[in-house]
């Protein structure tokens, strides 16, 4: 070796991990699935009912996603795959809907619940949901398994953070969850891959990484899928800086042709299945209120600010809802401790793999988490609206807030990190007993002015009522828990405390006492998170005993005979369909005729079938400039308007005995894939008041058929 160079290192195997003392099958299999059902058992009565009762999710989870889930799933069920939904906004895409996830790998397992239960109620949706933080700790586990062979300390990173507020609060957007899901899963494949030393290997870490990316984009959350690169792009590029590689991972030499070769394979993959599902929404979103682009209050709407920060790290209650990510006071103090701590000299052993102890990585993770944060501040910072002005698609999001869902993975990471220094301060076998208590003494002394500082703040943000809207707003069942905060923070700093001073005259090397240390500290910040964690957006709610399927089929065809609905509403689950709207939501086109025709109330609502349910006219002309002249209009030839031969809700079959020249009109909105065919030959579409469908007929019977065919394409 030559003078001046150090021996580098190569990752130790997980199965070498001695931190518990005991069978490897405890490493391998047991704490795994301890892992799995900690989101479970921590959000028990979300999954399980207690006398007859269970905590229902309130918010958007109904009206948004439980809905499209059955739906979807009797679709399904009965083997049909619905592209069109002809039920909500008067007539719009299904499955390029975000909230549908009608391509999301998992529902497969619904599909076989849906038939083997007889339904899906909304608490089968509440426990597929809870097992997306399932997945997700999971994944924290095996990924922080990777890079860190302190146990304990991956075991306490996953345990917390998988249920910090970020993840708990998502709860109401299942959607979300399940694209959040997948991300420490992407950084265990990554990490597999750059790491392998065999083709083979390889081979099957990028199958598994383009599934684990599949599941991301088709998990019905785009907001996520474009967060993806600040999680991934700053994570490759440690790999790629060489010496900050080589105290994070300990991996000095790395296949790189087979690495990149890998990735760019399972990107392409991911892009050529995604692709189209991808671009799709896209092209719909653009369609639809206010979430085209450029539009720079509508992105910068909802503020997250320093103090939105500050509430997130140590007060809750004074943190924007949308983008808080509280994960303890105690993980906090070992981090700050962490942070704190010396960085070991050159001419001192070296440190042990990992070896994050110095300046260089702590740098890296205060950047890292820096800038998302800096980015999700919006108006009030120019890397915003330098991203917002240059880079596509930016400027369509809104909520930045909600770009925290990235810290949690980093912040994960560095828990681990932390938590494995915390443990080495506290089972050092230093040389003398002095030294010890010395050492032991100056943390002390650190985590006191630490913790004065977070209680400072705390009394500052409680005693000024310091509150976000929101938590005044919605969450009125945990708001006298505001002072609970501070005193389980307390609670906190004093059992941290007390293992330090504890440190001092017990030796804490063997592996009982540090699991009890581990038990201790998972136990406090349970204690910190749940009571507010578990509790966000519920309400107690009664079992529903009842099972039945829908068979939308039915439905569909049933909708010619119910009268439609006008309320605001997303999908409904009956023959009712509904033509109202949501906020920035459905055809920006039939938004406008909306606008437009808001003082030909009764027309209008004849002309939807608010009235009867009638969605089909012949009239002369489809040029009228109001509602009523239309209406005038077909109701001359109301004895000819046809009848209803089928109809899929994608298809639409209608025969017709036109008295002359003249338009049918099939009052759903139009958009690009719908196709028209008079007696088998295809023919234009026009348009009714600029958004309805309408095809020009002869005189004479006719056999009109309308069905939904959108293009699959890439590019």
């Known amino acids: 070796m030559k003078p001046g160079r150090t021996k580098m290192r190569r990752a130790q ?64 069920a009965n083997f049909d795959f619905p592209l069109w939904s002809p039920a909500e906004g008067a007539g719009f895409p299904f499955y390029t809907s975000p909230f549908a996830q009608a391509f999301y790998p998992l529902n497969l397992l619904l599909v076989v619940w849906y038939k083997i239960a007889g339904s899906y109620t909304p608490l089968d949706h509440q426990v597929f949901t809870v097992l997306g933080i399932s997945i997700f700790a999971l994944g924290l586990f095996m990924w922080l398994r990777l890079l860190n062979n302190n146990t304990r300390a991956v075991l306490f990173a996953a345990l917390v953070m998988s249920v910090s507020f970020k993840m708990t609060e998502i709860l109401r957007f299942p959607n979300a969850l399940h694209s959040a899901a997948w991300y420490p899963w992407v950084l265990y494949a990554m990490t597999k891959i750059i790491f392998s030393r065999s083709l083979k290997r390889s081979i099957y870490y990028g199958a598994l990484l383009t599934f684990f990316v599949i599941c991301i984009c088709t998990a019905g959350y785009p907001y996520y899928v474009f967060y993806c690169p600040f999680l991934f792009g700053p994570y490759l590029l440690i790999f790629l800086i060489k010496p900050l590689r080589v105290l994070l991972f300990g991996v000095p030499a790395i296949i790189w042709k087979r690495a990149v070769t890998t990735l760019i394979t399972a990107v392409f993959l991911t892009l050529l299945i995604c692709g189209p599902y991808l671009l799709g929404i896209k092209r719909l979103m653009s369609q639809t209120t206010d979430r085209a682009g450029k539009d720079f209050q509508y992105s910068t709407s909802h503020v997250f600010d320093v103090e939105d920060t500050v509430g997130s790290l140590v007060y809750p209650p004074a943190s924007q809802v949308e983008g808080w990510y509280f994960f303890s006071v105690s993980a906090l103090l070992l981090i700050v401790l962490y942070l704190l701590s010396r960085s ?7 440190e042990p793999y990992p070896a994050p102890g110095r300046c260089w990585v702590k740098l890296f993770f205060f950047a890292w988490l820096g800038t998302i944060t800096y980015i999700t501040y919006g108006r009030h910072s120019y890397l915003f609206i330098l991203l917002w002005n240059y880079v596509p698609g930016f400027s369509a999001l809104r909520v930045w807030g909600r770009l925290n869902i990235i810290l949690v993975p980093i912040l994960a990471w560095l828990v681990s990190i932390a938590y494995a220094s915390f443990e080495s301060m506290i089972a050092d076998a230093a040389p003398s007993a002095d030294s010890k208590r010395s050492r032991i003494a100056a943390v002390l002394v650190k985590i006191v002015a630490t913790y004065a500082v977070i209680l400072a703040t705390q009394l500052y943000l409680y005693l000024n009522k310091v509150y976000d809207p929101l938590w005044l707003e919605y969450f009125t069942n945990v708001a006298a828990s505001d002072k609970m905060f501070i005193i389980y923070g307390a609670a906190a700093f004093l059992v941290i405390a007390l293992i330090l001073i504890l440190s001092r005259r017990l030796r804490l090397i063997s592996s009982p006492r540090l699991a009890a240390v581990l038990v201790a500290l998972v136990a406090v910040s349970t204690l910190e998170l749940h009571r507010v964690g578990a509790n966000m957006w519920a309400y107690k709610a009664k079992a529903v005993p009842y099972r039945g399927q829908l068979n939308i089929q039915k439905l569909n065809e049933a909708s010619f005979r119910f009268p439609r609905t006008e309320h605001v509403n997303s999908i409904p689950l009956g023959p009712n369909f509904s033509v109202g709207v949501l906020e920035n939501w459905y055809f920006a086109r039939y938004v406008r005729f909306l606008k437009d025709t808001e003082k030909e109330t009764e027309p209008r609502r004849i002309l939807l079938g608010i009235q009867d349910g009638t969605k089909i006219f012949f009239s002369e002309s489809i040029e009228h400039p109001t509602i009523k002249s239309f209406l005038t209009d077909a109701a001359r030839f109301s004895q000819h308007w046809g009848r209803c031969l089928s109809y899929t809700g994608d298809r639409l079959s209608w025969e017709i005995d036109a008295p002359l020249e003249g338009y049918l009109s099939f009052i759903d909105n139009w958009e690009q894939g719908w196709q028209v065919y008079v007696d088998g030959e295809k023919t234009d579409i026009q348009l009714l008041f600029g958004t309805f469908k309408s095809v020009k007929l002869s005189p004479g019977r006719h056999n009109v058929t309308f069905c939904y065919r959108p293009k699959w394409r890439l590019f």
């Open 344 to 350: 070991r000299s050159p001419g001192l052993p070296a």
């Open 13 to 76: 195997p997980v199965a070498k991990d001695k931190s518990f003392g005991s069978p490897l099958r405890i490493g391998r299999f047991l704490l795994p699935m301890a892992v799995f059902a900690w989101p479970i058992l921590y959000l028990y009565d979300h999954v399980f009912q207690v006398n007859g009762q269970y905590t229902a999710i309130g918010n958007d989870f109904i009206v948004l996603y439980y809905k499209y889930k059955v739906y979807l799933l009797d679709c399904l």
